[in-house]
């Protein structure tokens, strides 16, 4: 019975300390068995595929954690990527702002050691260091150590139904994949947004493209007004009315609800204009002698409304309606408008790697520079940070404008935990609202403080996205 794939697992135990990424049902205090990582790991059940003669490679998460990836691919910057299969000293990670908790994500095509694997694709694991395979129950408190964000949101690896299926991974999907809006989603254990979105992923293969960050989320604005407008009878001027929208960005889709009161929609004509103008007829005169227009054009179910995609949609929507035949009135009750829309703005980023070591209790502490070569007004701005430290409570870090504006980052906080490791947005620090409004053109400084005794570290990188 010793086959090639039992042969494996043990060693990994051996050789590597590696846990089990299955369920013994009797672990942590949790009763309960589950599939943990099913075939998608050697430490899992991977051993047992083709009869052990192929066991699955494995996971990322563990090769990480023991050291074996010299290439990091950090997928917190917005943008494409590229995996490979095979690649095992590659990893791609994406940070959330906890240290112990992120995503990896792999090139699972069924080739190679892989070739056994239950489906093909791309794999996304959600990793928390200090879950437990144990715990299936996906609550903030008890969760895995490491698990698959199955594709087809069945948590069939979860309630144990099966060890892996046909629907686990990400195949070819245009636009957005996986996002805190979807099924499965990738907000983090305690719910909150872990920002990460993937979209636009190639066809299984060698190479697996695909989209990441914020180049892709998108968001959606609404409006309704009850109008309560008599449509003049016979007039080719009709009546319009307007809803306001404040957002900035462009339109992806957009739906409209209309309801109209009338004793003949055959008169009527009905009609969306962009506040650039554009014009889209929703209803043309037809439906005849039926009475009342109560309906919800979408740009997935009338055509026409995709001419305004990429419309910028801040200012004024007017639903303009006329009654352009005798006899029949009637009345615009209310309607209604939801745009999706994506960020009409610029992103303009930097990193740097200074690996400068911070002067233990110094007030002066240490600068880094990242020059931005555009020029905008500041919108939105995130600042990532590594800084290997052995207490954190040390530090004082600040982002400095090329205004000379300064916002604190971290304030002596987390005691004596080890080690930096953030991205700080406006959601984690409400402080950087001040730098909304900022020319973002000139050197961007990031300043580090040790103000206490002993413990020391270095600034090892940083990096920033400014939207403008
Ligand atoms: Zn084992």
């Given at each position: ?108 095509t069924q080739r190679g050691l892989d070739a056994y694997l239950p489906d093909s694709g791309l794999a996304v694991y959600h990793c928390d260091t200090l879950g437990s395979n144990e715990w299936q129950g996906g609550t903030r408190e008890r969760h895995y150590q490491c698990g698959l964000l199955q594709a087809d949101g069945h948590l069939d690896l979860e309630s144990n139904r099966n060890q ?180 009409a703005g610029q992103v303009a980023r930097g990193e740097v790697s200074p690996n400068l070591s911070i002067p233990d209790n110094t007030p002066t502490g240490i600068s880094s520079a990242i020059a931005i070569a555009q020029s905008g007004t500041l919108k939105d701005i995130s600042v990532g940070v590594v800084i290997p430290h052995t207490y954190i409570g040390d530090l004082l870090v600040e ?70």
């Amino acid at each position: 019975d010793l086959s090639i794939g039992t042969f494996c697992h043990e060693s990994g135990h051996l050789l590597c300390r590696f846990p089990d990424l299955y369920d013994y049902g009797s672990r942590d205090g949790d009763f309960e068995k589950s599939a943990g990582m099913g075939y998608y790991c050697l430490m899992s059940a991977g051993n047992h595929l083709n009869n052990g003669r192929t066991p699955a490679s494995i996971c990322g998460y563990l090769r990480d954690l023991v050291g074996w990836c010299d290439r990091q691919v950090r997928l917190n910057s917005p943008g494409v990527y590229e995996s490979k299969q095979g690649d095992y000293g590659t990893l791609m990670k994406y940070e959330t702002h906890r240290a112990n908790e992120y995503f990896i994500i792999e090139n699972r095509t069924q080739r190679g050691l892989d070739a056994y694997l239950p489906d093909s694709g791309l794999a996304v694991y959600h990793c928390d260091t200090l879950g437990s395979n144990e715990w299936q129950g996906g609550t903030r408190e008890r969760h895995y150590q490491c698990g698959l964000l199955q594709a087809d949101g069945h948590l069939d690896l979860e309630s144990n139904r099966n060890q892996g299926d046909s629907t686990d991974l990400f195949k070819r999907v245009d636009g957005v994949a996986l996002s805190y809006a979807t099924t499965p989603s990738t907000r983090g254990w305690d719910s909150s947004d872990s920002g990460l979105a993937l979209a636009d992923i190639s066809e299984p293969g060698e190479v697996i493209r695909l989209k990441v960050g914020s180049l892709v989320p998108s968001n959606v604005v609404t409006g309704k007004v009850t109008a309560d407008l008599l449509i003049p009878d016979n007039k080719r001027e009709g009546i319009s009315s307007a809803i306001a929208i404040s957002q900035a960005g462009k339109v992806k889709s957009l739906s409209v609800g209309v309801d109209i009161t009338h004793t003949y929609i055959g008169d009527l004509q009905v009609e969306l204009q962009s506040p650039s103008g554009k014009k889209v007829l929703l209803h043309d005169r037809a439906g005849g002698s039926r009475r009342d227009l109560q309906q919800t054009y979408s740009s997935s179910s009338t055509t026409a409304l995709s001419a305004l995609n990429g419309e910028l949609i801040a200012g004024y929507w007017l639903l303009n309606v006329r009654d352009l035949a005798s006899r029949d009135i009637g009345r615009l009750n209310r309607w209604n408008i939801e745009i999706e829309y994506e960020s009409a703005g610029q992103v303009a980023r930097g990193e740097v790697s200074p690996n400068l070591s911070i002067p233990d209790n110094t007030p002066t502490g240490i600068s880094s520079a990242i020059a931005i070569a555009q020029s905008g007004t500041l919108k939105d701005i995130s600042v990532g940070v590594v800084i290997p430290h052995t207490y954190i409570g040390d530090l004082l870090v600040e982002i400095v404008a090329p205004s000379g504006q300064s916002v604190t980052l971290h304030n002596m906080s987390g005691g004596s935990k080890d080690d930096l490791r953030m991205t700080y947005d406006r959601t984690s620090t409400p402080a950087l609202e001040a730098l909304v409004g900022q020319q973002i053109q000139g050197n961007w400084s990031l300043r580090v403080k040790d103000l206490q005794r002993l413990d020391t570290g270095k600034l090892e990188k940083w990096s920033l996205q400014l939207m403008y």
